[in-house]
């Protein structure tokens, strides 16, 4: 069955440490999104990519990087310089937004 | 600290009544309009989806309602059940490959 994929399900942080945010999708899809949700709150874009080897900026990415080295892959690194990463990070991929987005089922990060 | 934000509104509805979650979007050349499920810890799920062309759109037990003259979009839940507790996010399509979306409304279904 093809779907998409983000791992780990939780994730501990230490103070200063950087982390990765895996997010794998075998839908053959272009776009790819990242996107940080806070309690009792709604869906903000961090980052997204509508192609391999490109990526913009979208609403929150200070203290966030991504990479599109490959169709299927889009991982988000959480930097040190994000002072407040505790949150539910979702990724999405879409051929085309008239079809909507796909989306994976989260991880949650803590920072410790 | 916590973000500062306005938390989501909540809809309470008894198990067997009808829902409407309302979505004010914000774009009047917006073209293409898709209402999401989310449960908590999940990912969002895809319901159902409207073009601009179109006022209503049908699917099992729900009904999307778009009023292009007052940008207002709204999800109609028949006989909701226990299993329809969720937060929903109306989404919209601004500009290129892109959708936005909305705030979310949580949805309560008492027993």
């Known amino acids: 069955d093809g779907g998409i994929t983000q791992s780990p399900k939780y994730l501990f942080r230490k103070e200063g440490q950087n982390v990765t945010l895996s997010c794998e999708q075998n839908l053959n899809h272009d776009a790819m999104y990242w996107y940080r949700q806070d309690p009792g709150q709604g869906l903000r874009l961090i980052y997204y990519s509508q192609i391999v080897n490109d990526f913009q900026k979208g609403d929150i990415a200070e203290g966030y990087s991504v990479s599109r080295e490959k169709k299927e892959s889009f991982p988000l690194t959480v930097t040190s310089a994000q002072k407040n990463p505790t949150a539910f990070y979702l990724c999405?991929?879409?051929?085309?937004?008239?079809?909507?987005?796909?989306f994976g089922s989260g991880t949650r990060l803590t920072v410790v | 600290g916590e973000s500062v934000g306005l938390h989501l509104p909540t809809l309470s509805v008894q198990e067997g009544d009808n829902s409407i979650i309302n979505c004010a979007y914000s774009?009047?050349?917006?073209?293409?309009f898709i209402w999401y499920k989310q449960e908590s810890g999940k990912g969002p799920q895809f319901i159902i989806d409207i073009r601009s062309n179109m006022d209503k759109r049908q699917g099992q037990r729900v009904t999307v309602l778009l009023n292009k003259t007052v940008k207002h979009l709204s999800l109609q839940i028949a006989a909701t059940q226990p299993g329809d507790s969720a937060v929903y996010f109306c989404?919209?399509?601004?500009?290129?490959?892109?959708?936005?979306f909305g705030g979310g409304t949580r949805l309560m279904v008492k027993p």
């Open positions: 999405a991929s879409s051929r085309h937004v008239i079809y909507g987005y796909t």
């Open positions: 774009n009047s050349a917006s073209d293409y």
């Open positions: 989404a919209e399509n601004m500009e290129g490959n892109m959708l936005t």
